[in-house]
């Protein structure tokens, strides 16, 4: 069976589309048996064509097609997320992944729903189908929605025109030969789509996602603005997301690298990392309203190195360098505290006098676990944290992924690229993977994954950091899904039930 058919309307874009689509030595065996069909223009003559199709795994339809969002101009690409005609609708779930690879391409990809009209559609009528939502306009992607059923289908359309300059005659269009070499590029893409398409397993990581001290963070600055109105200005990401960074942004929250950029009496809310006494001193100075949402279990680590400091002893904190909360506990301590990244660093230590030593909350707990291990072999007085300074979340999350390492293929940690806790998933992942290291990648959503990792990963494990919102797994999942059928299952290894109270600042 033919792995994948690319459908067109026209002859010149199915030649565009074909002359991209020589093989690929990389893929070897694995190369996906595509077929570049040619079904003429418009919807009788596509629902014609798609009922004499051979079978195919999977289907795609592409070629020219006509922008009705204001943001999309001729040469960009509209990859469907769900194609629409009257009042049906097919919805496409793999299109953040496609429209994520198209743009690891070099393509300006973007996603958004497309709408297949009976006729050429111009003027009011072009501009009536622009207001009910759709992105952009084609002539043959319903009928051949319809024909895929429930196999995987993607729809991806080259903007030739716009509203307000509409094509009238493709023979005379501007830019065919940039758009003719736009569908050559895409075709290799919807061969790595086909070859990423196939039933799979998702097993999601328990405990993922928030912890106690995200949503209590978050949950402050949400309330700063109900109470104070906005602007309410934030000092660095009040967690390492983008997305709640973005979304917060959008709800009047203004982020700042620096007090120096808050005006004076303004509401300023301290990030869940933490900050040094001389920052708290500034924000006094400059007669800020502080709101503080440094987790509890970072000011704990905070009240730790006063203690040992004020009893004399060096203060080596095991950590990583520039990280927000290492700067906010070493500046507890200034000239009492000593950076520790590794095994090695210790060995360099000079201390003097008495050792004590704490850790970052977000470390992987098996490297923390070595660090700390040669500070008692070289100092066997060093007094550790009372506890565990790497925290609950922290814990829980990386034991989570190692139990569903051992059974994937490949991991995705959901996450930005500046969450400590979420790139040392990863790494946990890759190093406790069944048969030496699983493939292990942290995503900050369903773009970034590489369709290239899915080829053959029958079992994907799922996880995210403590500074994810749920919702982005939720997207990740719903991608795979649009490459075929979907088992999930959780695998939960803990139940967790901490809370934290709110500043008084923004209690109720
Ligand atoms: O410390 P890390 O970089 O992991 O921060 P985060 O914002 O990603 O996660 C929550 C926290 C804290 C402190
Ligand atoms: Fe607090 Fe741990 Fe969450 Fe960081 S990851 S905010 S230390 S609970």
Redesign the pocket.
């Known amino acids: 069976m033919t792995d994948l058919i690319v459908c067109t309307a026209l002859g010149m874009e199915a030649r565009a589309v074909a002359r991209g689509l020589r093989p690929r030595p990389d893929l070897g065996s694995d190369h996906p048996r595509v077929r570049v069909v040619r079904i003429g223009m418009g919807p009788d003559r596509a629902a014609r064509a798609a009922a004499l199709l051979p079978p195919a795994a999977a289907l795609a339809v592409t070629g020219f097609g006509g922008a009705l969002h204001d943001g999309l101009r001729p040469g960009d690409v509209l990859v469907a997320t769900e194609v629409r005609s009257g009042d049906r609708v097919w919805p496409c779930p793999s299109a953040p992944l496609l429209a994520g690879e198209l743009v690891r391409a070099g393509l300006p990809a973007r996603t958004g729903p497309l709408v297949t009209s009976p006729r050429i559609v111009t003027g009011r009528a072009r501009h009536a189908l622009a207001r009910e939502g759709a992105y952009a306009v084609d002539m043959e992607s319903a009928p051949l929605a319809a024909a895929a059923g429930a196999r995987p289908f993607a729809a991806v359309r080259v903007i030739v025109d716009t509203p307000d300059a509409p094509l009238l005659n493709l023979a005379t269009m501007g830019g065919a030969v940039a758009a003719r070499r736009t569908l050559a590029r895409i075709g290799p893409v919807l061969a790595r789509w086909a070859a990423a398409t196939g039933p799979r397993r998702v097993l999601l990581a328990s405990p993922r996602s928030f912890?106690?001290?995200?949503e209590r963070?978050i949950e402050i600055v949400e309330r700063a603005l109900d109470r104070f109105g906005a602007p309410v200005y934030v000092r660095k990401q009040i967690?390492h997301n983008i997305h709640v960074v973005r979304d917060l942004e959008r709800r009047g929250a203004v982020f700042v690298d620096d007090l120096a950029e808050v005006p004076e009496g303004s509401i300023t809310v301290f990030s869940?990392?933490g900050v040094a006494p001389a920052v708290r001193e500034e924000a006094a100075r400059r007669g800020l309203r502080v709101v503080d949402a440094t987790?509890?279990?970072?000011a704990k680590v905070h009240a730790e190195a006063r203690r040992f400091a004020a009893r004399g002893d060096l203060v080596v904190l095991i950590g990583h360098a520039g990280h927000e909360e290492v700067e906010g506990v070493l500046g507890e301590v200034p000239g009492a505290g000593v950076l520790v990244e590794d095994e090695a660093g210790v060995a360099g230590l000079r201390p003097g006098r008495g050792v004590a030593y704490l850790t970052q909350?977000?470390l992987a707990a098996d490297e923390a676990g070595r660090v700390s291990a040669a500070i008692r072999r070289r100092f066997p007085d060093a007094e550790g944290p009372r506890g565990d300074d790497i925290?609950?979340?922290?814990t829980n999350r990386q034991h989570a992924v190692r139990a569903v390492a051992a059974e994937a293929d490949l991991v995705l940690v959901v996450g930005s690229a500046n969450s400590s806790?979420a790139l040392r998933l990863t790494e946990v992942a890759a190093r406790f993977g069944h048969d030496g290291a699983p493939l292990a990648r942290l995503v900050d959503g369903p773009g970034d994954v590489a369709l290239d990792w899915l080829r053959g990963a029958r079992t994907v494990g799922l996880t995210a950091g403590?500074?994810t919102p749920g919702a982005m797994v939720d997207a990740v999942v719903a991608a795979l899904g649009g490459l075929g059928p979907l088992e999930v299952e959780e695998l939960r290894v803990t139940e967790e039930n901490?809370e934290f109270t709110l500043p008084k600042e923004v209690r109720p």
């Open positions: 912890c106690a001290g995200v963070a967690v869940a990392h987790c509890p279990l970072v909350t977000t925290c609950y979340a922290t806790n403590a500074s901490v």
